[in-house]
């Protein structure tokens, strides 16, 4: 069974401020992709990165990076230089190769005051 | 990417009375649609797989006979809340996986039950 941990419940900063989202999953099998997805007051769930399992590649997207460690099945998130708009809910999910069917994380509610 | 569509975006009801929501896959075959269902502060719950042409596969606990779940064509699901109850206002939330078994994710629909 797969599992996904965001330990993180709410979080916030003050606009500027770096911050990093932590994200730990489970999962048995070796092929498996792991999400970020933002989920802005409005409800609809932008997505914002996929990684597979074989490319353990840290990522960087303007402000956002990402660090995926398999050592510690962690896919962690930051936000550099934070701002008000980056306020929503994010979710951190994986993907089996055997289901393809997501696990999501329970979230992390990220506020950022001005 | 891909885009898939959710109607209605909102919708308030009376107890008692059924509700369909519309999901459909506009630039893209489906042939998988999943069926979520999210309370508020809380993660998404996966309700039912549906794939085309076939019955849905609900999930442990979710009740077939309230949440009827038709996907009668590779780019429309439907899901009906029959007689509805406050208990069953949530966020409801469609996604549609292509053959390349890549997920996209609906806007939602809020349902209100009075």
Known sequence: ?114 | GAVVSQHPSRVICKSGTSVKIECRSLDFQATTMFWYRQFPKQSLMLMATSNEGSKATYEQGVEKDKFLINHASLTLSTLTVTSAHPEDSSFYICSARDVGHEQYFGPGTRLTVT
Request: glycine share 6%; net charge negative.
């Open chain 1, 1 to 114: 069974a797969q599992k996904v941990t965001q330990a993180q419940t709410e979080i916030s900063v003050v606009e500027k401020e770096d911050v990093t989202l932590d994200c730990v999953y489970e999962t048995r099998d070796t092929t498996y992709y792991l999400f970020w997805y933002k989920q802005p007051p409005s409800g609809e769930l932008v997505f914002l990165i996929r990684r597979n399992s074989f490319d353990e590649q840290n990522e960087i997207s303007g402000r956002y990076s990402w660090n995926f460690q398999k050592s510690t099945s962690s896919f962690n998130f930051t936000i550099t230089a934070s701002q008000v708009v980056d306020s929503a809910v994010y979710f951190c999910a994986l993907i089996t190769g055997g289901s393809y069917i997501p696990t999501f994380g329970r979230g992390t509610s990220l506020i950022v005051h001005p």
